[in-house]
């Protein structure tokens, strides 16, 4: 993705990504679709996404798959490097959406107030 372009990483019948989209068509913003179920997760951004978003924020801990998980599982993500491996495995535990603003910056989840700074 280039630095002009935004781009939402998440499942398309997820409510959470349904509301994102919405707000940014009502708010004219372009952007690009990222499918976990169709396109997997694009591990070479799972650094930037680390980096700038922390592993903790990103494996979603209240979600149905992480419950799912077994205990043993949930106990290995201890780190960016195992949160990493199970995100990768397992997309449906990322907490979604995962935006990549035009700035460089990364947000997961929607904060509306934080999104229209971004697109100001």
């Keep these: 993705m280039s630095n002009h372009t935004i781009a939402v990483y998440g499942i398309p019948n997820c409510s959470t990504v349904k509301k994102a989209r919405t707000w940014l068509d009502a708010h004219g913003v372009a952007y690009q679709f990222h ?3 169709k396109a997997g997760v694009p591990a070479s951004h799972l650094p930037d996404w680390i980096a700038k978003a922390s592993w903790e924020k990103l ?3 209240q979600g ?3 419950r ?3 205990p043993a599982v949930q106990q290995t993500v201890a780190d960016a490097e195992s949160a990493s491996a199970l995100m990768i495995a ?3 535990v990322i907490k979604r959406p995962v935006v990549e603003w035009a700035d460089g910056s990364v947000t997961v989840g929607i904060d509306e107030a934080v999104w229209s700074s ?3």
């Design 35 to 37: 499918d976990f179920k």
């Design 68 to 70: 799912k998980l077994e």
């Design 59 to 61: 494996v979603n801990r």
């Design 118 to 120: 971004k697109i100001a």
């Design 64 to 66: 149905t798959t992480w």
């Design 90 to 92: 397992n997309p449906s």
